[in-house]
């Protein structure tokens, strides 16, 4: 049964007009809660993300434990500053103009799961930090991460402040119909829409950390053997699950057969002549991404991986040649181990290339400047 979300709307709202999380000190106090949430649990969360998306112990330290620990120290080295009222310069004689910080209100953290620790929580902590009381929804797909967290934030933090919500998309669209006086939400492009949708209804302000296609230059001048190391690191980390992962290679076809080469050298080296056996590499999150994945194989040549396994939900890190730029892999986000390389001649083309496109969710450029 799904909770009732208008109460909890309510509670959070009765919280923020009781004035408490206006105060700095109390502040600090809830995140300082949330490091001692993090440092207690550490070994959990590992474990969850390995449940979820049997993401390598490493990268869920760094990527996700370690990540939010970080943010969370950060934050309170600056939080002083940050909330003390800044003084500007008045077109008004003998007046003195300053801005005042005030938080929202309500807000409500929609995360997602290819991070399910590290992009769920981060919002929180600048929410929380700047006053609001905050209802957070982590996503339903790392079911793992989520219910730890649903679990733990409630024994950490105030249980009227800070409020988590699970479910999918029914408890979603429920949650997204009440008043919030901010939304975050970081996930895909059609459910962006949607929370833009909800939010015009009370005209709330809203942050969309969505996807999209991050092209990767690369000229004809740079140290390969270093190059493609760093590339298929982008790449691989979490499988590719990563929204800034390099999505798509441009550059000439010299260039392609070197970066090949050495591609595989360096796939062989980090993961062996089995990767999917390898301890290092992650694992797709659903059937239905995996079948997504799949489609785009069909797309161009694989000179490098092309395998799959559906019941292990493993997709082998994969290079795609002769790909056309109307293909599905050129024209959707791929979010997963597969590089298409496009050709080109100089970094003009690789610029026109971009340009016709829809914008980029991030640019990486390989060469030498200056």
């Not at 799904?2 to 000190?25: C, D, I, M, Q, Y």
């Not at 009381?133 to 989520?146: D, G, L, N, R, Y």
Request: with cysteine; aromatic share 10%; charged share 25%.
């Amino acid at each position: 049964m799904s909770p009732n979300f208008k109460k909890v709307v309510e509670r959070s709202r009765s919280a923020f007009n009781s004035g408490r999380t206006l105060s700095l000190e109390f502040r600090k106090q809830q995140m300082k809660q949330l490091l001692k949430l993090y440092e207690e649990n550490q070994q959990d969360f590992i474990e969850a993300l390995k449940s979820d998306v049997r993401k390598p112990k490493m990268e869920a330290f760094v990527f996700e434990v370690n990540a939010v620990k970080s943010d969370v120290t950060y934050i309170l080295r600056r939080l002083d500053k940050w909330a003390a009222p800044d003084q500007v310069p008045s077109q008004i004689p003998l007046d003195k103009s300053l801005i005042l910080k005030e938080p929202y209100g309500v807000a409500l953290v929609i995360g997602a799961w290819n991070f399910p620790l590290q992009l769920t929580m981060v919002p929180v902590h600048g929410a929380l930090a700047a006053g609001n009381t905050v209802i957070i929804k982590p996503s339903e797909t790392a079911p793992a991460t989520a219910s730890l967290i649903a679990k733990l934030v409630p024994h950490y933090l105030d249980k009227e402040c800070y409020q988590v919500v699970c479910g999918g998309v029914s408890e979603t669209t429920a949650l997204l119909q009440q008043r919030f006086d901010y939304i975050f939400y970081t996930g895909s492009t059609h459910v962006g829409r949607i929370v833009r949708e909800a939010s015009n209804k009370y005209l709330t302000p809203t942050t969309l950390e969505m996807g999209g296609k991050s092209p990767c230059y690369i000229d004809n001048t740079i140290n390969m053997d270093l190059v493609a190391r760093r590339i298929l690191w982008g790449k691989m980390t979490n499988l590719g699950q990563i929204c800034v992962a390099p999505d798509y290679l441009l550059c000439s076809k010299a260039v392609q057969g070197v970066f090949i080469a050495k591609a595989r050298e360096v796939l062989l080296e980090w993961y062996g002549k089995e990767p999917q056996k390898s301890p290092d590499l992650s694992r797709i999150v659903t059937d239905r991404h995996v079948d997504r994945l799949v489609s785009y194989l069909e797309c161009g040549k694989a000179v490098i991986g092309g395998r799959f396994e559906k019941a292990d939900r493993w997709v082998e890190p994969t290079v795609l040649v002769n790909v056309t730029a109307d293909s599905k892999v050129m024209t959707e986000e791929i979010f997963g181990p597969i590089l298409p390389i496009i050709n080109v001649e100089n970094h003009v083309e690789a610029i026109e290339f971009i340009k016709r496109r829809f914008a980029s969710r991030s640019l990486h450029y390989v060469g030498y400047y200056g």
